[in-house]
């Protein structure tokens, strides 16, 4: 079964720019979490999305959102970036049923801000 | 909050001995999960074990076992014959009902031949 896939793997964008990044979870599994992982700040929890509904929600600012589709395939969207925003993205997905708290994660997409 | 800690940001072992990384963590809750990963430079996060709070028994994997105290919130990572492969930074992590996971600061390991 293939893993979790997330595109692109490197982005580099420009402050005040907005960016899109993309989440494939494995197949069957219908829950999607997003992290950002920097130096600072370490590992930090987003959202999670499940069945198209955001579900759970980190303390994050409104720049950050996100979207699940029918597909359970999801996408976060970073508006207005800032400097601080360069980070590795990591996208996790969950499988139904009884060990639906593991998580399994992507590659991750690593942003860099100029 | 819950809250991850991890008191030792680096360890190192030889390699075929054994090699214990501690996590304490903080929370009111009663049902949780507990986890660690680990993260090689590739940056793939690898889960390498986890644990039910409900369950008393330690849980197992191969070379990779815990040591689950759940009244002392704290749970601790034994691995076993170390390889050159397990090099990389570990993360605790906790999950209960509601939530993300919450991380711990991380612990690079380092193998030596």
């Known amino acids: 079964k293939a893993g979790v896939t997330q595109t692109p793997r490197y982005l580099i964008k420009t402050r005040g720019q907005q960016v899109t990044l993309s989440c494939s979870p494995i197949?069957?599994?219908?829950?999607v979490s997003w992290y950002q992982q920097t130096p600072g700040q370490g590992l930090q929890f987003l959202f999670e999305?499940?069945?198209?509904?955001?579900?759970n929600k980190g303390n994050f600012p409104g720049r950050f959102s996100g979207r699940q589709f029918s597909n359970s395939r999801s996408e976060m969207n970073v508006s207005t970036l800032e400097l601080g925003d360069s980070a590795l993205y990591l996208c996790?997905?969950?499988?139904?049923?009884?060990?639906?708290?593991?998580?399994?994660f992507g590659p991750g997409t690593r942003l860099t801000v100029l | 909050a819950q809250t991850v800690t991890q008191s030792q940001p680096e360890m190192s072992v030889q390699e075929a001995e054994t090699v214990t990384l501690s996590c304490t963590y903080d929370?009111?809750?009663?049902?949780?999960?507990l986890f660690w990963y680990k993260q090689p430079p590739s940056r793939q996060m690898i889960l390498v074990i986890r644990?039910?709070?409900?369950?008393?028994q330690n849980a197992t994997e191969n070379r990779f076992s815990v040591n689950f105290q759940k009244a002392a919130k704290s749970f601790s990572l034994k691995i076993s014959d170390s390889q050159l492969g397990d090099a990389a930074m570990y993360f605790c992590?906790?999950?209960?009902?509601?939530?993300?996971?919450?991380f711990g600061e991380g612990t690079q390991l380092t193998v030596n031949p």
């Open positions: 197949s069957g599994h219908r829950s």
């Open positions: 996790a997905s969950s499988p139904p049923g009884v060990s639906t708290d593991t998580q399994y």
């Open positions: 929370t009111s809750e009663s049902d949780y999960y």
């Open positions: 999305y499940f069945s198209e509904t955001q579900r």
């Open positions: 992590a906790y999950r209960s009902a509601g939530s993300g996971l919450t």
């Open positions: 644990q039910e709070a409900y369950k008393q």
